[in-house]
């Protein structure tokens, strides 16, 4: 019998970051990470697996995808047919709302739903557990896009001690993501190759040694919803990951003028007394946070900013789920 299975995935923004691996393979990174998955940011996916199918086919925002970027999927889907015990092939579409191009991560929201689709089309019925293992070995980040809201990945050392939970559901904290989406300079470094760099940085280990005191108080700053705690530890974060991918061999530099364009009117906006903060993944776009109150006061000010071509106003919201 053949079921097409149809799923909605959230990209997410991390406050703490995932950057460094301690297992290549398995994705297993060297710190805890702490994330909300985004509302307006998101993958829609169908999958069907068919006996007559010789070949996976995969199919991406319209197009019929060969090569490298088949390949990493290919090998998620024989992941999950070696779990279910099946050998048919699939037919995968996949679709994100935000156009391709823009430098907005879409790992994680497609592995996340292909997770979820492949696994439900097979009729395998994974806890939430399961499944953010599940993603997270097809991209590291796609395991927060599983649970609900606000949510902790778990550093560990096995595959079955690291996966994501939900800490507090959509309701807990009214915090808006305001994503500023920038003129795309040439294609950079991918998150993957730039995992792999992170020992040449002479700051990555005093940055690592630092993270377990860092997870602890940003939580306490979202569990007493302290925004100006929360602010501080979020960006300061950003700027130290950023250094560390700045100073690898060779060296990353995913920031564009706009970039930090945006940066500075951020700091200018939260002297004028608009609590804004700044988070920046492995790209050029800038994530300014701030409480739900002022989303549109930032909205409309980040328009008015030369070179940002887009902005994206994102809630808390749910995580990956069939529709
Ligand atoms: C900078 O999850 O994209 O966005 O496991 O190689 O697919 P892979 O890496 P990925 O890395 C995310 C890096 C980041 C920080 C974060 O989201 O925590």
Request: include cysteine; proline fraction near 2%; hydrophobic fraction near 40%.
């Amino acid at each position: 019998m053949k079921k097409k299975v149809t799923v909605w995935a959230p990209a997410n923004i991390a406050f703490i970051k995932f950057w460094g691996k301690r297992d290549e393979e398995l994705r297993l990174p060297m710190n805890s990470s702490i994330s909300i998955n985004l509302s307006n940011v998101f993958t829609i996916t169908s999958v069907e697996f068919d006996e007559n199918l010789t070949d996976d086919e995969v199919n991406l925002d319209g197009r019929v995808v060969s090569g490298k970027e088949k390949n990493r999927i290919t090998k998620h889907l024989d992941r999950i047919r070696k779990m279910a015990g099946v050998n048919k092939r699939a037919k995968v579409e996949s679709k994100n709302n935000f156009p391709a191009g823009t430098g907005m991560a879409s790992s994680a929201s497609g592995f996340a739903a292909l997770s979820l689709a492949a696994s439900s089309a097979l009729e395998m019925r994974l806890g939430e557990r399961e499944l953010s293992i599940l993603a997270r070995v097809g991209s590291g980040s796609a395991c927060r896009s599983i649970p609900d809201g606000w949510v902790e990945w778990q550093e560990a050392k096995t595959s079955n001690g690291s996966y994501a939970y939900s800490m507090y559901g959509l309701k807990h904290w009214g915090v808006c993501d305001v994503v500023a989406v920038v003129e795309r300079a040439k294609k950079g470094v991918s998150s993957t190759e730039g995992h792999a760099l992170v020992e040449s940085s002479p700051f990555y280990k005093s940055r690592i040694a630092r993270m377990k005191e860092k997870v602890r108080d940003i939580k306490k700053s979202i569990k007493e919803k302290n925004f100006s705690k929360f602010g501080e530890i979020l960006e300061a974060e950003a700027i130290n990951m950023h250094a560390v991918m700045m100073t690898s061999d060779p060296e990353l530099i995913y920031w564009s003028p706009e970039t930090l364009r945006i940066i500075l009117k951020v700091k200018e906006w939260r002297e004028g007394g608009l609590e804004t903060y700044f988070t920046i993944d492995a790209g050029p776009n800038v994530h300014v946070i701030c409480l739900e109150r002022d989303a549109h006061k930032v909205e409309k000010l980040l328009r008015t900013i030369r070179g940002v071509r887009m902005v994206i106003v994102n809630r808390v919201a749910q995580g990956a789920h069939l529709v």
